[in-house]
């Protein structure tokens, strides 16, 4: 296996397993069940799943749920469902930190016999009055002290909800004056009288997170616990436990860099608040940052596991712009995506010179591929009929634009469709309000798939859709949902920062009628407009919705 440069854990694994430290690589995805996944867990998964593919080990899935209030059955659904939509498969049945928790309990027995954790009835103002801060060591609890017998005692009392949520607390008894706060005889068990998603109502005494999460990597035998740089500090206590309890294997702890984009929140708590707050319709939302939203808005899981490598595994921070994220989706989907024609804003065109003769039922059938440079793709029909819709946008009666400026049909000039004919605009009909009703053009005979005969100078191409066979489509355009750069740094009001009106349904669409019998999930290349999916959900017979993903080529910034 050869180290890449963009993955620090590479180098790190080569030398466990030349070493043979480590036979085998075991990681872990372990997700709270708190919320949907979001684009920074997706990295997580590309990270931990990737590593486990790389070196042919085994990754597992476990569910961190040591805050069974704001867990549930609705989370763990759907992140099983996004990391397999990802691409992954973990080894062997999911698993949830929960599962360990009577070993977890047996731990802490075991610490206490060891004089290595007690019962401490402080209550949280005490507790954190105790604990000091960075510049002046803590004191030690007056109940450091206690017996062994007497703690087994209480603790025994806890589990059996012998006290009042916050009575008092299981701590480890490392060092009050440690310059690490995490090492300041840290919580390791406190009581909620809460029923568990898993457990049920067995316990009313949970493990906090720093206790249950290396044991339950040991438990697992995980090689590299990998985890975000927010939890370096975390470190020391991590090995304190593994050294201080009968684990089965000796996990390392190792920490990279978030994920952070501009314009986004990458918080499951925040977006949780967009949720709530109805700013958007789901965690499914195609605005959403989530593994589900972007799903619903069409990329890929190609495209997102390619842009997790692109980003890289590192220390160094940063944030990642929001252009590098579109630029592996645009890619993806340029490689990928059928093309496919839809007039957004239509108004009619009629040839004045249909053949009638050439056409069958008043059909004349083009022949496109499906894809410019991808002939296994196959090919596509296109209906030609005597009335057309073309854009609004594609058509002009200011006959000054020059050619450079307007590559489309102007009034008494040519233009291709694309895929078809040339023509030529050469009369306007209008309502009384002085809008354009109708356009009527004639077409060129022979200029299908041919060059144009002389003195015929097309200004360009431009897509079109049959009048009278296309099918009328629903298409949704997103925006950002925050219009600032950091929405949240340094605890700005992401909410102050939405952007108004994130959403436009144009309702009025018009698709080659090939688009009726596609399925929610494919993705297409509206030629000229960008790329689109069909929703996965609201797409179906008799009601075409498409979402729009992204354009065709990067927008200039704002
Ligand atoms: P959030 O604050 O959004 O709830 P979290 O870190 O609390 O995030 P967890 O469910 O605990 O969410 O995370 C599961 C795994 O995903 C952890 O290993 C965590 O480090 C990782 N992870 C979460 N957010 C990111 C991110 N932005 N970039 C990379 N990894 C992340
Ligand atoms: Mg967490
Ligand atoms: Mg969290």
């Not at 949780?272 to 195609?286: A, F, R």
């Amino acid at each position: 296996t050869t180290a890449s440069a963009n993955n620090f854990l590479h180098a790190i694994i080569d030398e466990d397993l030349a070493s043979g430290k480590h036979q085998e690589v075991v990681t872990r995805f372990p997700p709270e069940p708190n919320g949907f996944l979001h684009i920074g867990h997706a990295h997580s998964i590309c990270v931990n799943f990737g590593l486990a593919m790389k070196y042919q080990g085994r990754c597992n899935l476990r569910f961190d749920d040591t805050n069974p209030e704001k867990e549930s059955q609705e989370f763990i659904d759907a992140i099983q469902e996004d990391v397999k939509w990802l691409g992954f498969d973990w080894a062997g049945d999911v698993r949830y930190s929960s599962d360990y928790f009577d070993t977890l309990y047996d731990y802490a027995i075991y610490l206490i016999k060891a004089g290595n954790a007690y019962v401490c009835d402080l209550n949280a103002e005490q507790a954190k009055e105790y604990r000091g801060n960075l510049k002046q060591p803590g004191k030690n609890s007056p109940y450091r002290e206690r017996s062994v017998e007497e703690n087994l005692a209480l603790f025994e009392k806890m589990r059996d909800g012998g006290f009042e949520e916050g009575a008092c607390a299981l701590r480890a008894k490392i060092d009050m004056s440690s310059p690490n706060m995490n090492m300041r005889d840290p919580i390791i068990y406190r009581i909620r009288k809460v029923p568990h998603h898993q457990t049920g109502d067995k316990w009313c005494i949970y493990p906090i997170y720093d206790f249950t999460h290396g044991q339950s990597d040991a438990l697992e035998g995980i090689t590299h616990s990998i985890c975000t740089l927010e939890f370096e500090g975390h470190r020391p206590l991590y090995e304190w436990f593994i050294e201080n309890l009968p684990v089965p294997s000796q996990p390392k702890q190792y920490e990279f860099s978030r994920l952070n984009i501009n314009y986004t929140v990458t918080s499951k708590r925040k977006l949780k608040s967009l949720v709530d707050e109805g700013v958007v319709e789901g965690w499914d939302d195609p605005r959403m940052p989530t593994i589900s939203g972007m799903r619903r808005r069409g990329y890929s899981a190609q495209a997102l596991r390619n842009f997790s490598e692109m980003v890289g595994v590192n220390r160094a921070g940063g944030i990642v712009d929001m252009g590098m994220l579109e630029h592996a989706i645009r890619t993806d989907l340029n490689d990928n995506a059928p093309r496919a024609m839809c007039v957004m804003n239509a108004v009619k065109l009629s040839i004045t010179n249909f053949d009638q003769a050439k056409a069958m039922d008043g059909v004349e059938m083009m022949t496109q591929p499906c894809h410019p440079n991808k002939p296994e793709m196959g090919e596509r029909q296109l209906p030609f009929t005597e009335t057309l819709y073309i854009d609004r946008a594609d058509f002009t009666e200011d006959t000054t634009l020059s050619r450079k400026k307007f590559k489309r049909l102007v009034f008494g000039e040519y233009v291709r469709l694309r895929g078809g004919y040339v023509i030529k605009a050469e009369e306007v009909v209008k309502d009384e309000q002085g809008t354009i009703t109708e356009i009527k053009a004639s077409l060129v005979p022979g200029t299908v798939g041919e060059t144009p005969p002389e003195g015929v100078k097309p200004r360009g191409v431009i897509h079109w859709v049959s009048a009278t066979l296309a099918q009328k489509a629903t298409v949704r355009i997103y925006e950002r949902l925050f219009d600032h750069e950091a929405p949240d740094f340094g605890g700005r009001d992401y909410m102050a920062h939405l952007t108004d009106n994130s959403l436009h349904a144009l309702e009025g669409c018009w698709v080659e009628p090939s688009l009726a019998n596609t399925t929610p999930e494919q993705s297409f290349q509206f030629e000229r407009e960008g790329y689109f999916v069909a929703d996965r959900y609201e797409y179906g017979e008799g009601r075409l919705v498409f979402n729009k993903t992204i354009s065709l080529v990067e927008s200039k910034s704002k």
